[in-house]
């Protein structure tokens, strides 16, 4: 098996506990339309993480609402979507282990963070919680996961055999595998992961100590 070299994160539900944050700001945008297109709303966030907010909003309005949103209407629900999570994520609390697992991961790998976020904005939360200086690179919305597993490819040489990804969704999932790149799920209430799948309640669980990094 080759050497690892580099390591990729999402963030949401994989460094802090936040994914409930995000869901309670789609539930309360959505509330005007009934209780039935907000449960639609949410079940469809937590099946379907990973996925930019600008992406969803296009998909509940067109799907649930028979309406078509132009760029300012999305621009805007974006803006006001991050008005509503970005001091509550900055606040959130870490993933058990999360904090220090990434800073002693710092000493001998590069890190990544890969999420379905705005990219300005993932960086700055990172900023405010003092972990930018763990990491490589940043990226997030509007790039896909696959396109930035394929961008550090490419602006670092790393072979994707020989990076790791830790993600809990079905989105993180899949692109790694798409990419041939390693997988460990991070456990999560709303994720199934397929059977065989490399999976950790957190970074406290003993299981990490068995992954060969």
Do not use: W
Request: aromatic share 14%; with cysteine; proline share 3%.
């Amino acid at each position: 098996m080759n050497k690892i070299k580099a390591i990729i994160y999402d963030f949401d539900g994989v460094i802090c506990d936040s994914v409930n944050v995000k869901t309670e700001a789609f539930g309360e945008m959505y509330a005007q339309y009934g209780k039935e297109i907000q449960k639609k709303v949410i079940d469809y966030h937590l099946s379907h993480g990973g996925i930019s907010r600008f992406e969803k909003f296009k998909y509940y309005h067109k799907t649930f609402l028979g309406k078509e949103l132009d760029d300012k209407q999305v621009k805007d629900m974006g803006d006001y979507f991050s008005s509503l999570v970005l001091q509550k994520v900055i606040d959130s609390p870490f993933i058990p282990g999360a904090d220090l697992f990434i800073s002693r991961m710092a000493n001998n790998y590069m890190q990544f963070i890969c999420t379905g976020t705005p990219e300005k904005e993932i960086k700055k939360i990172l900023d405010k919680r003092k972990l930018t200086d763990y990491f490589t690179n940043i990226y997030g919305s509007p790039q896909t996961k696959k396109e930035i597993i394929q961008k550090i490819v490419v602006d670092y040489s790393i072979p994707t055999n020989e990076m790791i990804f830790f993600g809990d969704a079905l989105t993180d999932y899949d692109a790694a595998l798409h990419e041939n790149v390693r997988f460990i799920g991070v456990r999560s209430f709303h994720t199934s992961f397929p059977l065989g799948t490399n999976v950790i309640n957190d970074f406290k669980d003993t299981q990490l100590q068995m992954i060969d990094l």
